[in-house]
């Protein structure tokens, strides 16, 4: 009969979620986008807006099962189209809370279809819409993983359900006593790190490692920051939970040299190995991997903006992501995990005025990972001396 | 369940239910517990050569919280984005409903009165006015769950569901296309005869059960399948078993009882009784789950009237499975039934009429539809003649007319 079951750590966690990650405010929509594998946790996010005074809670559920047979069987002109009413219910979301779930149950879905229709397969109108909302700051959002049997799989090998939990646990601080107190205090320091990387000014930084040396612009108007945002109208939340990182967005003019991936990049559909860009007046013009090149070209040729930098990003060996040594093969985990460089589209956040011409424009944004105990990070100051900012993963300022 | 049988079963939805036409968008509604059926619908869909297939997932549990936090005046809104793809879905789109309730009893806790209100009644309306325009090709298929199954037989044998499944929709036939169309073609000739013979009443007697339904002369029979406006023939029902018409709404009198038990808005309905007075219920009573129904005759001024009457006879596939399914898709084709609220259906023209002019004609209009179940061998069902002849059409579940 009736009354559902509760799972309490899966209570807390949409708890969480929603107060401090989207901090749903009361008397607004919340709009929910899961996949179907991820119902028990949408339905808890459902409870917990609602707990939060939510007015009205939206759920879309997506399947990339469907997905998968309109890239395989449907016409062409379905691969880019969005539905008018998806885009009535994006415009929608401006000045509501948005929370999205990540944690890929079938990770390899689409590895064995026409690469190129991958890339394409993606709304393009919607990402437009969703881009400019992002720029205009209108949304208190967040995402999650949850943690299910074909992500374990990826992870460890086997579906280990209740291993990831662990890692999802630890992660987000769910083990803590008082979760929301602990996640207060390490939001605190990420912002006294960005503080310190802000009185330096630094005109680039300069990455050297195995298979990389590359330089990459800052911009004067730029701020560091932590992932302690604010909607335009001052509504605090936290974008990613997990987040370890502090980061800003680079002069998207000024990028030069090459840059190796160090870890696998899970993108829809298919888990890309060796990663490695050549980058000419900051534009990407040459993609090399061992495994999933297409992929990445098929993403970088969706729009004409593509091949630029939007973020660049610094994690020490604190992280608590570093820390459990596990690969994810989520950008959510993995990229608080170590430092990463992102192309596309730019941080408005990180900007104290209006963005200018330095700030990247494009409906995509790829987090790509480049830490590790070998990357040395140096700051380059504008009369060109380096400073040393990570060592062997250990933050140097 | 083999993944084969899932595909024939999709194919026949598609192709029979719907007849999804190259071009269409297909729109599917499904629970997130009917995602196998969901995304062998989207394979098949798109097989059939359609532009998109939009699959849209209900969530009972968000429903659930949804019922129990919003405020009133949010129960039964609809948000622009349903509206809006309701309005895509009426221009000339094919339609998927998928039933088939995992979790039964999962809102009966609630108030059942909130549960009644708790639609986006804009968004009904325009899918109703569509289906009744006939502007949508649509079918609604079932997809066993383990908690149907729990329900009917007291555990879960998701397989055994399965079977009764596949009998009732014939997917157990050699060639289940060539089987459906034999079985829409005599369910169509019953039409035939029972519109040539121009009853003015059905009569319904047994035990518990004493009722007159007034019929209209404009009012055809239907079965074996519809065609929408533009000539794209569909089943809506899959099984079906049925002929029916949409009643008078003025001319429905007496007593009756319901035979099988009703599942209605998350909790079932048990020996439910009716009394109506010049065509409107005036009295509901049940052993179980009687708020329900009244909460429901309350959603609007017409639910309270009757909008269909259905005939099945004992070959129905649905009635020898001997089963309960605890879903009007299924029950409904078990024996013979009637609706309250919307009827109209076969009717021309009615979209160049107001509401006001098309239930002054005698046709009900609601967004309410409920079937419960009338029919079973110790019912006698009868037709009455313009001059007051009565003629046999059911006897002991056996069909009379020839």
């Known amino acids: 009969m009736a009354a559902p079951v509760m799972d309490e750590r899966l209570e807390k966690y949409a708890r969480l979620a929603v107060e401090v990650g989207a901090n749903v405010q009361e008397g607004q929509t919340v709009f929910l986008s899961a996949m179907v594998e991820h119902a028990p946790l949408a339905r808890a996010l459902a409870r917990a807006s609602y707990g939060a005074g939510a007015r009205y809670v939206d ?170 945002f604010r909607t335009a109208d001052g509504r605090e939340y936290v974008p990613n939970m997990p987040t370890e990182e502090i980061f800003t967005t680079p002069d998207c003019r000024r990028a030069e040299g090459t840059i190796a991936s160090t870890r696998p990049l899970a993108l829809t559909g298919d888990v890309i190995e060796g990663l490695a860009f050549t980058v000419k007046d900051g534009k990407i013009v040459d993609v090399d991997a061992r495994h999933g090149a297409d992929l990445v070209r098929g993403e970088l040729d969706v729009d004409d903006r593509a091949r630029y930098f939007g973020e660049v990003a610094l994690v020490d060996g604190a992280s608590r992501v570093g820390q459990t040594g596990i690969t994810f093969f989520d950008t959510l985990y993995d990229e608080n995990a170590t430092s990463h460089i992102a192309y596309g589209f730019g941080i408005p956040e990180a900007f104290d005025g209006e963005p200018g011409e330095g700030m990247n424009v494009s409906t995509v944004h790829t987090d790509f990972m480049v830490g590790s105990p070998e990357l040395e990070v140096d700051g380059l100051t504008a009369d060109g001396e380096a400073v040393p900012i990570l060592r062997d993963e250990t933050w140097q300022l | 369940m083999s993944n084969d049988r899932l ?191 121009g009853f003015d009443a059905i009569h319904f007697s047994g035990p518990g059960t004493d009722l007159t339904v007034g019929l209209l002369p404009e009012a055809p029979w239907m079965g074996g399948g519809v065609s929408t406006a533009s000539g794209i023939s569909h089943v809506p029902n899959l099984p079906t078993e049925e ?57 609007d001024e017409f639910a309270k009237r009757l909008g269909e009457v259905a005939l099945v006879d004992g070959e129905s596939r649905v009635g020898q499975t001997g089963l309960t399914f605890y879903d009007t898709l299924f029950d409904e084709n078990a024996t013979c039934h009637i609706a309250y609220g919307l009827g109209g259906f076969g009717i021309d023209g009615l979209d160049e009429l107001t509401p006001e002019q098309i239930r002054e004609r005698g046709i009900n209009l609601s967004v309410v539809h409920t079937d419960f179940m009338i029919g079973g061998p110790e019912v006698d069902v009868d037709g009455i003649t313009r001059d007051g002849r009565t003629v046999p059409i059911l006897r002991e579940d056996v069909w009379q007319l020839r």
């Open chain 2, 243 to 299: 002929v029916f018409t949409s009643p008078d709404w003025r001319r429905t009198e007496g007593t009756v009882r319901s035979t099988r038990p009703l599942h209605l808005g998350g909790t079932i309905v048990r020996g439910l009784e009716m009394r109506f007075e010049g065509g409107e219920v005036v009295e509901v009573e049940a052993s179980s789950g009687a708020e329900a129904v009244r909460g429901e005759l309350e959603v």
């Open chain 1, 59 to 228: 759920v879309r559920y997506v399947d990339q099962h469907v997905r998968r047979a309109m890239i395989e069987l449907g016409p062409d002109e379905a691969l880019e189209h969005t539905p008018e009413w998806l885009k009535t219910r994006f415009r929608a979301t401006g000045g509501n809370a948005n929370i999205a779930t990540t944690g890929d149950p079938a990770p390899e879905l689409m590895a064995d279809l026409d690469g190129e229709r991958v890339g394409r397969a993606r709304m393009k109108e919607l990402a437009e819409i969703v881009r400019d909302l992002m720029t205009e700051r209108k949304i208190n959002w967040t995402g999650i993983a949850y943690p299910n049997e074909g992500w374990a799989e990826k992870v460890f090998g086997e579906p280990d359900v209740e291993r990831l939990w662990e890692a999802v646990a630890f992660c987000t601080r769910l083990d803590e006593p008082d979760p929301v107190a602990a996640w207060r205090e390490h939001m605190r320091k990420l912002e006294d790190r960005a503080a310190q990387l802000n009185e330096r000014t630094f005109d680039a930084l300069h990455y050297r490692g195995p298979g990389t040396d590359f330089t990459i612009g800052l911009l004067p108007n730029t701020r560091w920051l932590s992932a302690l």
């Open chain 2, 7 to 197: 595909d024939r079963y999709a194919e026949l939805i598609t192709r029979i239910g719907a007849n999804v036409q190259p071009g269409q968008t297909v729109y599917v509604t499904a629970l997130v517990e009917h995602a196998p059926l969901a995304r062998a619908l989207a394979r098949a869909g798109y097989a059939s050569g359609a532009r998109l297939v939009d699959v849209r997932y209900v969530d009972q549990h968000v429903r659930r919280s949804f019922i129990e936090h919003v405020g009133e005046e949010t129960l039964s809104e609809s948000p622009p984005w349903v509206m809006a793809r309701t309005e895509a879905l009426a221009d000339g789109g094919a339609l998927i409903m998928i039933s088939g309730d995992p979790e039964p009893e999962l809102l009966a806790d609630l108030d059942q009165a909130r549960v009644s209100k708790a639609r986006p009644v804009e968004a009904s309306k325009r899918q109703l006015q569509a289906q009744t325009e006939r502007t949508v090709n649509w079918t609604i298929a079932a997809y066993p769950t383990e908690g149907q199954a729990m329900q009917m037989f007291g555990e879960p044998d998701v397989e055994r569901l399965w079977d009764a499944v596949a009998s009732t929709v014939r997917l157990d036939e050699p060639d289940p296309v060539a089987s459906w169309e034999a079985h829409t073609a005599k369910l169509r000739a019953r039409c035939d005869l029972l519109d040539g013979l």
